[in-house]
Structure formats: structure tokens, C-alpha cells
């Protein structure tokens, strides 16, 4: 069998990136992505467009033999980027590609530190197009795609798939793909229970092709050119995942400071302390709430369509609902603390404005009283 492993990489690296500025400063090496809208997609569908940059191949030395690692990245208006590493595998069996799910790119270097290397020097080179770029580079979101060809018929099995074949070996094979899926290199070791719950996402359109979505690796039979949407929609989620667990970790530290800020303010005389801090909360969410927002435009897979089903069967499998969820609570919750603040800031200029008035009031009476006495 021939196919690819695909290993997808998403970091969070800035708050927001100018694409346009990217593409004028690589002149010509990098290219804006589209998605080919094969299938049954929407005639005019307006997808959103990251800017795409190819790597140089590297030979390696890998599990199966000699590979050829061919690197791209993705880099996203939200201040994230995207690293798809390819590789062609051929094999005589599933579950030989278990050994695929952690690569060893030399004798003591894993891929996780060679892509990690890769997008520190694309921070360092990018750098001043980034809004807010971060100053330490945070743990990637990995998912591993596996792509086969059509896989051989099976001559005995001949008479009862002729018009499936695909659907017949799966039927044949789903507890091998079951246990490359969760990364059991003994396939008969699975329980029915768990095969099930594990190809339980699976999609497709034609009778020969066909995805599996786990949590953390999908299973692909089509050809490179045929899977190229349903692959990005996966890159998508993943990084859609991997900005919404940075954000939810932000929201986290904003939260605990806000609280002892809220705390600190509440002493009368921290007039000032509160002005500061209520500027720092309403900026804090207005960032937030922006780049929650711009998140939500990358993906707008929305309606009936193939891609998108496989897109919300990927929302399904990363929880990505409850990770938004969490992310509004928070921010819904750094909104009633600026709105406690604002209001005890107001309340605490009315009662200095009354307390003016009154003064004001004694002072005009004593000044009255006084000029009579004379």
C-alpha cells in the first residue's frame, strides 16, 4: 500500500499577523492558499485565504527507510501559523504506520524540535509584521493525518464488494485502522467497544475514498489531489484548537490579576490604581474579543456540504464547543468585573461631585451669613 503521513503543527505566535507585508517581504515565495472546492461545495462560497510558504525537502532515515519530508507552512491573520510536514510511506499494513505516529528526524533530534526550530527562525524573520508577537514560543497542537491509496483489492472478497470495494475493507480491516488510530501496534488487543466509538466519525462522498476523525490523528483513503479541502479543514480545526486553548490559558492570568486588581482598587484612596486598571481590562478585552471574533471568520464552513461535515465532525472529536464556551465564560466573566469597576468608579465620582455641590452650598450659606453681619 502507498500513501502519506501528514503531521500538522499549529502555534500560537502573535496577536495578529499582516499578511499582505508577508507576502511583499518574501517577493514571490509565498502563495495565497484557496480551497479547490471539489464536491458538492457552494458555487460562491468566499473561504478564507492564509498565505502558504514551501520548504526545502530533507532526507531522512525513518522507520520504513529512506523518506523525503516535504515542509510547508500556513501562516494566519489570527497570529498563528500552521506546519504540514508530508512524507510518502508505502507499507504492507496498517498498523505498520504505528511506528509513523513520533519520527525521529536524527540519531537524538525528534520532528517536534526540527518544526520547532523551523518556526522560531520564521518568528525572528517575521517579526516586525506581527502585532504582539510572543516572546517565548509555546507547545504546538499535533495532529497526524494517515493517506492511503486505494488499498489492493482482496481476490477472494471479489464476488461481495465488487460494486464497494471500499466499503468492504473496511468491514475487513476496521480494527486495524482502529488501532493505528489510537496507537495500538496489536490491533487484536481492541475491544469491540472502543473500534466502534473510534470509527464512529467517518465521512464520504464517493464510494472510493473515506475519513476517519480521531482526536488526535484521522484516518484518509483518496488520492493527494482528491483530499486536499478535507485536509485543510482538519489543519483548520487543529489550529483553531490550539488558539482557543492559548486563549483560554491567557484568560486565566488576565482573571487572577484582574481579581487582584479589582481588590486593591476597592481602598479609597486608589483613585488612580483604578483608572489604570480599568483601561488595562477594557483593553484586554477588546483584544480578546477581537481575536475570539477573527478566529470564528477562519472557519465558516457552514451548511450541508462535505467539507463542512467533515468540519463539524472535527468540532465534534477537539470539543472545540466547550473550549469556546470556556473561553466565553471567562470573557464574560472579565466583562462583569470592568462593568463592577466602571460602575464603582461612577458611583465614587457622583459621590465627589455631590460632596462638591454640598461644599460648595455650606461655603455660598457661610458666605452669605457673613456678609450680613456686617
Known amino acids: 500500500m502507498t500513501g502519506e503521513v501528514t503531521y500538522l503543527y499549529a502555534y500560537d505566535i502573535a496577536t495578529e499577523a499582516n499578511l499582505t507585508a508577508i507576502e511583499t517581504q518574501f517577493r514571490g515565495a509565498a502563495e495565497w492558499f484557496h480551497i479547490g472546492r471539489s464536491k458538492d461545495a457552494p458555487r460562491n462560497f468566499p473561504s478564507y485565504r492564509p498565505l ?7 532526507q531522512i532515515n525513518g522507520p520504513l527507510g529512506p523518506m523525503t519530508l516535504h515542509t510547508s507552512i500556513k501562516l494566519f491573520s489570527v497570529g498563528a501559523v500552521s506546519v504540514n510536514v ?6 504492507e499494513r496498517v498498523t505498520d504506520l504505528v511506528a509513523l505516529r513520533t519520527l525521529t528526524v536524527k540519531a537524538d533530534t525528534s520532528l517536534d524540535d526540527r518544526i520547532s526550530e523551523i518556526v522560531h527562525r520564521l518568528l525572528a524573520t517575521i517579526g516586525p509584521k506581527l502585532d504582539s508577537p510572543v516572546q517565548t514560543i509555546g507547545e504546538p497542537e499535533v495532529y497526524t493525518i494517515f493517506r492511503l491509496d486505494m488499498p489492493p483489492a482482496d481476490p477472494a472478497a471479489a464476488d461481495l464488494a465488487s460494486d464497494r470495494p471500499l466499503e468492504h475493507w473496511l468491514s475487513a480491516h476496521e480494527r486495524d485502522v ?14 469491540a467497544q472502543e473500534v466502534q466509538e473510534t470509527l464512529q466519525n467517518r465521512y464520504s462522498y464517493y464510494c472510493n475514498e473515506l475519513t476517519v476523525l480521531d482526536w488526535d490523528a ?21 489550529l ?40 488595562d481590562l477594557r483593553e484586554i478585552r477588546m483584544d480578546l474579543t477581537r481575536v475570539t471574533e477573527e ?14 461535515r467533515v468540519y463539524m465532525g472535527c468540532v465534534a472529536r477537539f470539543h472545540l464547543s466547550q473550549w469556546e464556551d470556556m473561553v466565553s465564560q471567562k470573557l464574560r466573566s472579565l466583562d462583569s468585573l470592568y462593568t463592577m469597576l466602571q460602575q464603582d468608579s461612577t458611583n465614587r465620582a457622583m459621590l465627589i461631585l455631590e460632596a462638591s455641590i454640598v461644599a460648595l452650598f455650606v461655603i455660598d450659606v457661610i458666605v452669605i451669613v457673613a456678609l450680613g453681619v456686617k
Do not use: M
Open 240 to 279: 483553531q484548537l490550539e488558539e482557543l486553548r492559548v486563549y483560554d490559558a491567557e484568560l486565566d492570568k488576565v482573571l487572577d490579576k484582574a481579581y487582584d486588581d479589582v481588590e486593591a482598587t476597592a481602598r479609597p484612596h486608589a483613585f488612580h490604581q483604578r483608572r489604570r486598571v480599568l483601561a
Open 86 to 91: 508530508r512524507i510518502p510511506i508505502t507499507c
Open 52 to 58: 502558504t510558504l514551501q520548504l526545502d525537502d530533507l
Open 295 to 308: 478566529l470564528s471568520n477562519i472557519t465558516k464552513f457552514v451548511g450541508d456540504w462535505h467539507i463542512a
Open 178 to 191: 482502529a488501532a493505528l488510530l489510537v496507537g495500538e501496534t496489536d490491533a487484536t488487543r481492541l475491544s
Open 218 to 238: 484521522a484516518f484518509v483513503i483518496d488520492t493527494a489531489e482528491g483530499c486536499r479541502d478535507t485536509f485543510y479543514v482538519i489543519e483548520v480545526a487543529n
